[in-house]
Every structure is written in structure tokens, then in C-alpha cells.
């Protein structure tokens, strides 16, 4: 089994920052890749950014160049850095990890058997 937290959310005004965690403990492995949905009510879960254990990334068109996907795994946690945020970027966040290889661009939500709770991001204007 593999437990994932995550923290930071919270309310921002348009233009600010914040930084999303996302502590992983218990059964993982070495090689894996991992990445941040994000969710609005009425909506499919949307894939915001990935990344793997070679360091390749992918984000969305939607945040490219604002948010960056990385991963600490001497502390076992992901983060997500948020810059420039607009409102269209209120949503639940959620982390979410598995095992092995994929191409990142790909990702889809039935794919990850793991994910965390979720955490609300609110962006006013």
C-alpha cells in the first residue's frame, strides 16, 4: 500500500503563489512516476503536471510556465510551485503515484490506484 498527504492549498488572489506537498509513505518503489490532477465540480479530474523518477516532466498547456512539477525523494514528497494564478485555477488538487514507467503527456486519472485526499486551491480575482 502506498499513503499519500497533501498540504498547501488554500486562497490566493489572482497573480500570487503557492506551493502544493504531497508526502508519499509506504510500500514504493524506486522507479515510478508521479503527478498532480486536479478536479471542479461537474468535471473529469484533469492531469496539471507529472513527473518520473528520470527527472522528465510534463505540464499542461493551461499552466506551462507558471507551475512546476517536482519531487524531493530524499523526504519522499512532491510539490507542486503555483506562480501566477488566475482564478480558472481554483480546483481541488491531487496527488497521485504509481509504479513503473509511462509517458508522462498520457496520463489519465484510471490509471492511479494511489492518490491523496485532495486539497482546495481558490484563486479570486
Known amino acids: 500500500q502506498v499513503q499519500l498527504v497533501e498540504s498547501g492549498g488554500g486562497s490566493v488572489q489572482a497573480g500570487g503563489s503557492l506551493r502544493l506537498s504531497c508526502v508519499v509513505s509506504g510500500s514504493t518503489r524506486s522507479t515510478h512516476h508521479m503527478a498532480w490532477f486536479r478536479q471542479t465540480p461537474g468535471k473529469e479530474r484533469e492531469l496539471v503536471a507529472a513527473i518520473d523518477t528520470d527527472g522528465d516532466t510534463h505540464h499542461a498547456d493551461s499552466v506551462k510556465g507558471r507551475f512546476t512539477i517536482s519531487e524531493d525523494t530524499a523526504k519522499n514528497t512532491l510539490y507542486l510551485q503555483m506562480n501566477s494564478l488566475k482564478p480558472e485555477d481554483t480546483a481541488t488538487y491531487y496527488c497521485?503515484?504509481?509504479?513503473?514507467?509511462?509517458?508522462?503527456?498520457?496520463?489519465?486519472?484510471?490509471?492511479?490506484?494511489?492518490w491523496g485526499q485532495g486539497t482546495q486551491v481558490t484563486v479570486s480575482s
Open positions: 497521485t503515484y504509481r509504479p513503473g514507467r509511462a509517458g508522462l503527456r498520457y496520463l489519465i486519472p484510471l490509471e492511479f490506484r494511489y
